[in-house]
């Protein structure tokens, strides 16, 4: 472990979702690996950043998903400003698979 990088080296881990290979086995990868509350958060932020590349409005997205403003805002910072996993995913779902527009 990095002095300055509290996370451990989790290469495996991301690797492990590399050998995935349907949406229910990534679905059922999830459910063991997160627990209940933990997984609907991170969908719920899904939803929040789906909308907010869409172009919605804060407010439009709170009645929509039940998120926070800081939340809204915490997601946002990652959109405009993170490691561009958010563009990546949006740019491959909507290049190849009808099924983003789903929820």
């Given at each position: 472990?990095?002095?300055n990088n509290r996370r451990l080296d989790n290469t495996?881990?991301?690797?492990a979702f590399l050998q995935l290979k349907t949406e229910?086995?990534?679905k059922a990868f999830l459910e063991d690996l997160c627990s209940m509350t933990e997984l609907m958060a991170m969908e719920q932020r899904f939803e929040v950043a789906k909308l907010l590349h869409k172009g919605f409005i804060y407010n439009a997205?709170?009645?929509?998903?039940?998120?926070s403003s800081a939340i809204i805002s915490r997601v946002n910072r990652s959109l405009?400003?993170?490691a561009r996993g958010y563009e990546t995913?949006?740019?491959r779902l909507e290049?190849?698979?009808s099924t983003a527009d789903e929820k």
């Open positions: 472990m990095k002095k495996l881990m991301y690797k229910e086995e990534v997205i709170m009645e929509t998903t039940g998120a405009q400003y993170g995913v949006f740019s290049d190849g698979d």
